[in-house]
């Protein structure tokens, strides 16, 4: 798998169960403006479980836009009887690799699960790569976020609500959360990728103090929802 900022996740080198190495669902959709809205009061935040896995793909291609819809697909494809998100739904139940259950925080509403938070370190730069990233390959779809990264951040590679849940102030709280895991990591930078296309989702990273650094052109693809440019954004933790 190729490592896209998965949402952009897909980098050089980590490898997730399977073997592969790709950066699902990295982009970071919210689909609409939080209103700032408090929760409701029987709701609250938890770390996933394995049971949750089903859920966590399901979140995980609607913040991808498609993007690791598109890496599922290839492997049901190879399959019997599965499809792309039973493939994901086997990657997060998995207990290794960024892309696991284990680094998920669920939001939850009288019991039901909300929305969902995937985070994980970016690794600092190697001083052996000359380059900061890589050259952008415009024929390859997940070029886009290969290339959007900020190395040493602490990443947040997805978050997502299911449609009823959003508007509530959620994913704000989600986003604060992350926030919180990178200072208590020691992380100064926070970084995610955004499709630009999602103005929403925009606005609010930005009212939250993060910055365009990069952005890339998405390389269109049946599966993929957004066209425009991908932005890789940073914060101060």
């Not at 050089?12 to 073997?19: D, F, H, L, N, Q």
């Not at 009288?110 to 370190?121: H, K, Q, R």
Request: glycine share 10%; hydrophobic share 40%.
């Amino acid at each position: 798998m190729t490592r896209v900022p998965d949402m952009l996740l897909f980098r050089r080198g980590r490898i997730r169960p399977g073997g592969k190495s790709v950066r699902q669902g990295n982009v970071l959709n919210l689909c609409e403006p939080e209103k700032g809205g408090v929760m409701d009061t029987a709701s609250g935040f938890r770390a996933a479980t394995p049971a949750d896995a089903r859920a966590i793909a399901e979140l995980v291609d609607m913040s991808s836009e498609g993007v690791a819809r598109i890496e599922w697909a290839a492997e049901a494809a190879a399959t019997p009887d599965a499809s792309p998100l039973d493939i994901g739904e086997r990657t997060y139940a998995g207990d290794s690799g960024d892309y696991s259950y284990r680094n998920c925080v669920l939001a939850e509403v009288a019991g039901e699960v909300a929305g969902m938070l995937l985070t994980f370190a970016m690794p600092p730069a190697d001083p052996r790569n000359r380059a900061a990233a890589p050259p952008f390959d415009g024929s390859d779809v997940f070029a886009p976020y290969k290339y959007l990264e900020a190395p040493d951040t602490w990443y947040i590679c997805g978050v997502a609500l299911y449609p009823d849940y959003r508007g509530r102030g959620i994913g704000g709280q989600l986003l604060e959360i992350a926030r919180r895991q990178a200072r208590e990591r020691g992380y100064r930078q926070i970084s995610l990728v955004a499709f630009e296309q999602n103005h929403g989702a925009v606005r609010l990273y930005r009212r939250l103090g993060y910055r365009e650094i990069a952005r890339a052109p998405i390389v269109p693809h049946p599966l993929i929802h957004s066209t425009g440019d991908a932005l890789l954004m940073v914060a101060d933790t």
